[in-house]
Structures are given as structure tokens and as C-alpha cells.
């Protein structure tokens, strides 16, 4: 189901790890950031916006992770478009015969069988450096960071007052860091963060990639909680955080151990590991 959060912007909310799709009303159809899941809500979707007598012209995806590249034929074949570096990056891992079985591996096995992969990150990167995204519609702002992944997008629908955070400003993950492939993976996402707070005062909505949509005041409390969180890290402290621990939310322990996991690597990186 769709649910408006602002004028011409609705979200969809996907049943794994509480994922949210962004649609924005346009001239002539619409734009649709970070599709969804499974293939029963992207077909859902697909019946949303065709009785509201929308059609997809143009998708974006915030980041090259699978949850975040998926499509269905039912949204059509308008052009799907991410930064540069996200394309690159998910060509790349996507370049071999072998790529969509190893992406399969990556999925709780509940639901593995029903994520459609055949149009998987097939997008087209836009020029380095381009400052809105390609579409005839409400200015949408691309600020480009790597704090979670390679070429990560956050989204600014102008004259909105919507951000859309991507796999950032979570209200029930923490800050996951790009460990795998990041000089500075802190550093990467202390910078990021000051990048939204440059914005916030522009925002009257947060959506984020996972989790539950905000307000200006809860824009501003989520980058203050993910810096705190961060740089507890850096300190090799404990975080306090509610997300993890016993204080997490029932059903999203695992969170703690993408934690834990996160602190160990921290640690082996420090030792020269």
C-alpha cells in the first residue's frame, strides 16, 4: 500500500527489514526510488500505481546492494539510474555468470525463492559530479557520499522538503559501515553525516532506506544518534545505543551481532589484520 508523506511523495513499505520504495509524482509518470523486495510487492506496487493512473519513468537506486537494485517487469522499462560509482560498482559484481546465485546466498532463506533477479542492478550511472537526477518532475538533489557502499546516494526532493536517506538515519539499524572496501570507513561516514546535516534545514521528511519515516526533529536526533554511535567505534567504546543490545527492538537481534561483527573488524584493521 501506498502512503503519502508529503505532496507528490508516497512510500511503500516492503515486509523485509522494514524496507521503504519512494515514489514522486512527475509530469508525466512517476519516479521510483529503491523499488522493493520481493516479487509479490513489486508486483503490489506495480497495481498501486497503475489505479492511481501512474506509470514508472524514470528509477533510481541509493546504492549498489541488492535490496536496492531489484525491478519488475510490471514497473516497465524506463531508465533506472544510479551514481556512477554505484552502476560501476554493481556491474561489477554482477559481471559474471556466477553473480546472481552468490546474491541469492545473501537473502534470509525465507524469502530467497521469491526476490526476482532478472532485471537485478541493471542501471545506468549518471556523469560524475551531476547535481539532480535526469526527469521531468520535482527537482530531486543527489548527494553523494560513500558512508554505507561504493557511490551511495542520499535524495533531496526539492520544493518537498523530503530526504531520502537511503541505507542511512535508520531508526533500527546502526550505522554499517563500508569495512570491505574504505580507506577511512569512519571518517567516510562522519563525512556523510555532515553532509545531511547540511541539508536538514531544507527537510520536513525522512525517509530512510529501513525503518520508519521522521520528521525535521527526527532527521536532526538520528544524525546526532549516528554519530554518537560512530564514534564510539572509533573509540573502541561501548555505543549506549538502543538499537543493540538488550535494549533492541524484538525480532531485530541480529543488529547486535552486525555490531559486534563491526567492532571485531574495527579492531583487526587497527592491528594491521
Same mark, same amino acid.
Given at each position: 500500500?501506498?502512503?503519502?508523506?508529503?505532496?507528490?511523495?508516497?512510500?511503500?513499505?516492503?515486509?523485509?527489514?522494514?524496507?521503504?520504495?519512494?515514489?514522486?509524482?512527475?509530469?508525466?509518470?512517476?519516479?521510483?526510488?529503491?523499488?522493493?523486495? $520481493?516479487?509479490?510487492?513489486?508486483?503490489?506496487?506495480? $497495481?498501486?500505481?497503475?489505479?492511481?493512473?501512474?506509470?514508472?519513468?524514470?528509477?533510481?537506486?541509493?546504492?549498489?546492494?541488492?535490496?536496492?537494485?531489484?525491478?519488475?517487469?510490471?514497473?516497465?522499462?524506463?531508465?533506472?539510474?544510479?551514481?556512477?560509482?554505484?552502476?560501476?560498482?554493481?556491474?561489477?559484481?554482477?559481471?559474471?555468470?556466477?553473480?546472481?546465485?552468490?546474491?541469492?546466498?545473501?537473502?534470509?532463506?525465507?524469502?530467497?525463492?521469491?526476490?526476482?533477479?532478472?532485471?537485478?542492478?541493471?542501471?545506468?550511472?549518471?556523469?560524475?559530479?551531476?547535481?539532480?537526477?535526469?526527469?521531468?518532475?520535482?527537482?530531486?538533489?543527489?548527494?553523494?557520499?560513500?558512508?554505507?557502499?561504493?557511490?551511495?546516494?542520499? #535524495?533531496?526532493?526539492?520544493?518537498?522538503?523530503? #530526504?531520502?536517506?537511503?541505507?542511512? #538515519?535508520?531508526?533500527?539499524?546502526?550505522?554499517?559501515?563500508?569495512?570491505?572496501?574504505?580507506?577511512?570507513?569512519?571518517?567516510?561516514?562522519?563525512?556523510?553525516?555532515?553532509?545531511?546535516?547540511?541539508?536538514?534545514?531544507?527537510?520536513?521528511?525522512?525517509?530512510?532506506?529501513?525503518?520508519?519515516?521522521?520528521?525535521?526533529?527526527?532527521?536532526?536526533?538520528?544524525?546526532?544518534?549516528?554519530?554518537?554511535?560512530?564514534?564510539?567505534?572509533?573509540?573502541?567504546?561501548?555505543?549506549?545505543?538502543?538499537?543493540?543490545?538488550?535494549?533492541?527492538?524484538?525480532?531485530?537481534?541480529?543488529?547486535?551481532?552486525?555490531?559486534?561483527?563491526?567492532?571485531?573488524?574495527?579492531?583487526?584493521?587497527?592491528?594491521?589484520?
Amino acid at each position: 500500500m501506498l502512503r503519502q508523506v508529503a505532496e507528490d511523495v508516497l512510500v511503500h513499505r516492503s515486509g523485509f527489514c522494514r524496507s521503504n520504495a519512494v515514489v514522486v509524482r512527475g509530469r508525466a509518470g512517476v519516479l521510483l526510488i529503491d523499488a522493493g523486495v $520481493t516479487g509479490a510487492e513489486l508486483g503490489c506496487l506495480a $497495481t498501486d500505481l497503475g489505479e492511481l493512473g501512474q506509470t514508472v519513468v524514470a528509477g533510481f537506486s541509493t546504492h549498489p546492494h541488492w535490496d536496492h537494485l531489484l525491478w519488475h517487469a510490471r514497473l516497465g522499462t524506463a531508465p533506472r539510474y544510479g551514481t556512477a560509482r554505484c552502476a560501476d560498482t554493481a556491474r561489477d559484481r554482477l559481471s559474471d555468470p556466477g553473480a546472481r546465485a552468490r546474491v541469492a546466498t545473501m537473502m534470509p532463506a525465507d524469502i530467497a525463492d521469491q526476490v526476482p533477479l532478472e532485471l537485478l542492478g541493471d542501471i545506468t550511472g549518471v556523469p560524475a559530479g551531476t547535481a539532480r537526477v535526469p526527469w521531468d518532475g520535482p527537482p530531486v538533489r543527489i548527494i553523494e557520499h560513500r558512508a554505507h557502499a561504493p557511490g551511495h546516494a542520499a #535524495l533531496v526532493i526539492e520544493d518537498r522538503g523530503v #530526504l531520502v536517506a537511503g541505507d542511512m #538515519l535508520s531508526d533500527v539499524l546502526t550505522p554499517m559501515l563500508d569495512l570491505a572496501g574504505a580507506a577511512d570507513p569512519i571518517e567516510d561516514y562522519l563525512a556523510a553525516l555532515r553532509l545531511l546535516e547540511d541539508v536538514a534545514g531544507d527537510v520536513e521528511v525522512l525517509v530512510p532506506g529501513h525503518g520508519s519515516v521522521g520528521g525535521a526533529a527526527e532527521l536532526r536526533a538520528r544524525i546526532e544518534r549516528d554519530r554518537a554511535y560512530v564514534l564510539a567505534l572509533r573509540a573502541g567504546r561501548d555505543p549506549g545505543d538502543p538499537r543493540v543490545g538488550p535494549s533492541a527492538e524484538p525480532g531485530w537481534e541480529w543488529v547486535s551481532e552486525v555490531h559486534e561483527g563491526q567492532v571485531r573488524r574495527l579492531a583487526e584493521r587497527a592491528a594491521g589484520g
